[in-house]
Nanobody, 115 residues
């Protein structure tokens, strides 16, 4: 089973930027989508952004215009460029891979945005 390794989280001031990376440990031949979810303390895990195998993207309304999801098929890696960060973006961010009948999750990376 493929594993996902996340990196790029940290502490940033409001208005700053971070880029999250998520790399698959093994090569896969096909996938449905990869995406980023986040979970704030006491909150539910929610979709932030996703990208399909065809390259179509989807974003939560709260991050449209600020976040960009992209992928590198050669490395089977997905990125989340986060600009103009707000305190309400503070959460643990999880990478997700959906392929065939499986969902694989990364370990989570903390993003903290201070005022």
């Amino acid at each position: 089973q493929v594993q996902l390794v996340e990196s790029g989280g940290g502490l940033v001031q409001a208005g700053g930027s971070l880029r999250l990376s998520c790399a698959a440990s093994k090569s896969i031949f096909a996938f449905n989508a990869m995406g980023w979810y986040r979970q704030a303390p006491g909150g539910q895990r929610e979709l932030v952004a996703a990208i399909t195998s065809s390259g179509s993207t989807n974003y939560a309304d709260s991050v449209k215009g600020r976040f960009t999801i992209s992928r590198d098929n050669a490395k089977i890696t997905v990125y989340l460029q986060m600009n103009s960060l707000k305190p309400e973006d503070t959460a643990v961010y999880y990478c997700n891979l959906n392929y065939r009948a499986l969902n694989v999750w990364g370990q989570g990376t903390q993003v903290t945005v201070s005022s």
